[in-house]
């Protein structure tokens, strides 16, 4: 292909866009709806997976174990739980350790535990479980279930379980609105090429007479859509990562709490997003665009 | 140059355009088609153009049977094939200039070929001076030779015309005949349906009447021929 060519396709294309000012603004809307949702959803799923996983690594399960069980019986039951699927680690805690970390975690005030020693520990024998992946929680827990011995066990399910729910309705309604709007926009981008098409019936007309491929004659209307997509999609980025920066400082303004939990940082999110968005935007007026040329174009 | 053996074109609702066309036209010929509306001429120039397939029959133009060439092919040609109209199909928004060059543009030719070839075609038909002018600028006549220098300008062997003269005045038009009558002595083959009895007459060349479908006289040199 010559430079001459190229640049022809680029001027065409960019006519027939700004001779229909108008569609090709609905175009871009359409295209930035699309993309904006797919954005919001993206940055949404992305810091609630984030959150899972940062509790993933502090919450596991621990197990307490009744009586007085003999070594031979402490290794026996580690090695039963370590067997579990999905199971990482396991880690035996002595009522004397749970005693020590117990101290610790109250710092200055570790007096009140003043006068408990090995002989009058009321601290339980128990296992600290680490997963793999937390919705694997369920499985792991009827497991343990079934090991002898056990006497109580305990585990961040409500809160998990909560997150992966919120993460789930998230991903399915997000990809649903995007679909639709995804059609939307296509259904528009065509309309807009069909009216360009037709602007340019003589000269498409006139072209086919002297010679030119129907590649020459298509390319132009492409290059069309795929502006549409670029602009469409590089818009709602631009505008959202100041978005994302300003609703992520309020969050950790306005609720100092969740400072215990990390969101994603603005350019991990839009390191991935915009590729994504760019090749998402293409598309879609790669789509509107060729659809619309095989039902208006007989070339 | 152009072969139809056997050529007939039956439309979808069954009216005939042609039927049993065997026409043969040699290089550098000089060719009328003539004949009354609904004889077959445009059909034929259509069937030409590749713009109809025939229903049966083969159409070789340039050694190259044109009925057996696949849509990806038709562009190849149509290069071969200089096409004028009667409404001039010219583009109202680009100049008289850039619609020349425009049809050397869409078969990719280059810039440089472009700036030697426009200015030269239009200097022979007489537009050397009205480059910059729009459609819209230029007379009838006008008009036409630029549709003219376009159909000629990436030199094609063969010029088809449709009723080239229908919308000029018999002066304009003559000198259209005159520029056709020269492109012709440059060797290339013109075919030209036409109405226009009185050019018939005065250029004195080859004659195919047509008459519903059917060739009803072909005369190597004469004039418009009324029982047609």
């Known amino acids: 292909m010559r430079p001459s060519t190229i640049k022809y396709y680029l001027k065409e294309g960019l006519s ?36 899972l996983q940062q509790m993933e690594d502090s919450i596991g399960i621990s197990v307490f174990i009744g009586g007085t069980p ?5 290794e026996e039951m580690k090695t039963q ?51 793999d992946e937390i919705e694997s929680q369920d499985s792991v827990l009827q497991a343990l279930k079934g090991i002898d011995g056990i006497d109580n066990i305990r585990h961040g399910q409500t809160e998990t379980e909560l997150i992966m729910k919120a993460n789930k309705v998230f991903n ?5 609105v995007m679909l639709i709007l995804g059609v939307i926009s296509v259904m528009i981008i065509m309309n807009t090429i069909r009216i360009s098409v037709v602007n340019r019936r003589v000269e498409i007309n006139i072209m086919k007479y002297v010679g030119a491929t129907d590649w020459f004659i298509r390319w132009p209307f492409i290059i069309e859509g795929v ?19 300003k609703i992520i400082s309020a969050l950790y303004n306005y609720f100092p709490v969740i400072k ?40 | 140059m152009i072969w139809l053996n056997n050529v007939t074109k039956t439309y979808p609702n069954g009216s005939r355009g042609v039927e049993n066309l065997n026409l043969h036209i040699e290089k550098g010929d000089f060719v009328f088609i003539v004949g009354s509306s609904g004889s077959g001429k445009s059909t034929l120039i259509k069937l030409l153009l590749k713009e109809l397939e025939p229903t049966t029959g083969d159409i070789i133009i340039n050694r190259v049977k044109t009925n057996e060439l696949s849509s990806n092919q038709i562009p190849y040609l149509r290069r071969n094939l200089g096409v004028v109209f009667q409404d001039f199909r010219l583009l109202p928004n680009k100049t008289v200039y850039e619609n020349v060059a425009f049809a050397m543009r869409v078969i990719e030719a280059p810039n440089r070929i472009i700036r030697r070839n426009v200015p030269a075609v239009l200097a022979l038909v007489g537009l050397g001076k009205k480059g910059r002018s729009y459609p819209n600028q230029l007379s009838g006549g006008e008009q036409q030779r630029t549709a003219l220098a376009r159909a000629i300008v990436n030199n094609p062997p063969i010029l088809i ?21 020269d492109i012709n002595k440059r060797g290339t083959t013109i075919v030209m349906a036409t ?14 009447t047509l008459k519903q479908g059917n060739i009803a006289r072909d005369i190597k040199k004469g004039g418009y021929c009324d029982e047609a």
Not at chain 1, 172 to 176: E, N, P, R, T
Not at chain 1, 227 to 245: E, N, S
Not at chain 2, 195 to 208: E, F, N, P, S, T
Request: hydrophobic share 50%; with cysteine.
């Open chain 1, 16 to 51: 027939g866009l700004r001779k229909n000012l108008l569609m090709t603004m609905a175009s871009i809307i359409a295209v930035m709806a699309c993309i904006s949702i797919m954005s919001f959803s993206y940055c949404v799923a992305s810091n609630l997976h984030h959150i």
């Open chain 1, 172 to 176: 399915i309604a997000g990809f649903l």
């Open chain 2, 161 to 181: 015309c449709d009723e080239p003269t229908g919308n000029l005045d018999p002066e304009t038009a003559w000198g259209i005949m005159q520029l056709l009558d």
């Open chain 1, 81 to 131: 739980i370590s067997k579990i699927d999905h199971v990482l680690e396991v880690r035996y805690i002595s009522p004397g350790d749970a005693l020590e970390e117990l101290k610790a975690d109250w710092g200055a005030e570790e007096d009140i535990f003043e006068g408990l020693d090995e002989t009058n520990n009321p601290l339980s024998h128990s296992f600290q479980i680490t997963l």
């Open chain 1, 227 to 245: 502006i549409i997509g670029v602009v469409g999609a590089l818009l709602p980025l631009i505008i959202g990562i100041p978005i994302y920066a």
């Open chain 2, 195 to 208: 109405h226009a009895r009185d050019i018939v007459d005065d250029m004195q060349k080859r004659v195919v």
């Open chain 1, 260 to 299: 215990i939990i990390q969101f994603r940082l603005v350019g991990d999110i839009f390191i991935v997003l915009f590729p994504v968005a760019l090749a998402f935007g293409i598309l879609l007026g790669t789509i509107g665009s060729v659809t619309s040329i095989r039902k208006h174009l007989r070339v």
């Open chain 1, 70 to 74: 003999t070594s031979e019986e402490i």
